[in-house]
């Protein structure tokens, strides 16, 4: 188990160069009423992460949150470090301007362009601080977790899904240290089951929320 999360709708607009590769509409809010929670024995140890998203990609020194969220082509594979901006496999990310006060008003719309009919990965970048994800000298991926549901994809969505955790990397200080969450496909774990795809002029959501043990 592992994993902690935010709730997000996406919405992709626009056509891409390549005028066969007309986009479809994805929309992203940020929620708090998330109902999932860690499926584990002492639940009461799980405490759900904040949810404010940094600005710029910067969420703060000694402070946790949402770096950037991400819809990523499906031949991406840099998990394990921070993921380029000028990346070509990003379709979509947050603008970096804005901040989530928690109080269920949705985002702005990511940016970027998502093409139909193609397939594409979820990441939710977080910033954990050491009070939250650091024990015996070291930070510990076993002490997060993000869960993630989606709705309304064209093939299938992810149900109550546990996200995937990259390998830690530098945060803003050296009290914060960041993780990327990701989903490959509606049942996690490795790319090969349903992939996620949008159809042409249609939305899907996707809910994430984030934990830390305590």
Same mark, same amino acid.
């Given at each position: ?15 891409? =160069? ?27 140890e799980?405490?759900e992460?904040? @949810?404010? =998203? ?8 000694g ?17 394990? &470090?921070?993921?380029?901006?000028d ?39 977080y ?6 994800? +650091? ?6 991926? &076993? ?7 989606? &709705? ?10 546990? @996200?995937?955790?990259?390998?830690? +990397? ?8 960041? *993780?990327?969450?990701? =989903?490959?496909? *509606? ?9 996620f ?13 984030? +934990? +830390?043990?305590?």
């Open positions: 188990m592992k994993e902690k999360g935010k709730n997000f709708k996406k919405t992709a607009f626009g056509v891409l =160069l390549v005028a066969f590769m007309v986009s479809a509409a994805i929309v992203t809010t940020v929620l708090t009423n998330m109902q999932d929670k860690p499926d584990v024995e002492n639940v009461l799980w405490f992460a904040p @949810m404010v =998203l940094g600005t710029n990609n910067t969420v703060g020194a402070t946790s949150g949402i770096v950037d969220i991400y819809i990523l082509n499906d031949a991406f594979s840099g998990w394990n &470090s921070p993921i380029d901006e990346d070509a496999n990003i379709y979509e990310e947050t603008n970096g301007t804005f901040v989530d006060d928690e109080t269920g008003a949705p985002h702005p719309n990511l940016e970027g362009t998502t093409p139909y009919e193609t397939d594409f990965h979820i990441c939710v970048v910033q954990f601080t050491k009070a939250q994800a +650091y024990d015996g000298g070291a930070w510990n991926a &076993s002490r997060v977790k993000a869960v993630m549901n989606t &709705s309304d994809c064209q093939d299938g969505n992810a149900n109550t899904v546990w @996200m995937v955790e990259g390998s830690w +990397y530098a945060g803003d200080d050296v009290n914060t240290q960041r *993780i990327n969450f990701y =989903l490959l496909d *509606i049942d996690g774990g490795a790319d090969d089951g349903t992939a795809q949008v159809a042409i002029d249609s939305t899907f959501t996707a809910d994430c929320k984030i +934990y +830390y043990k305590g």
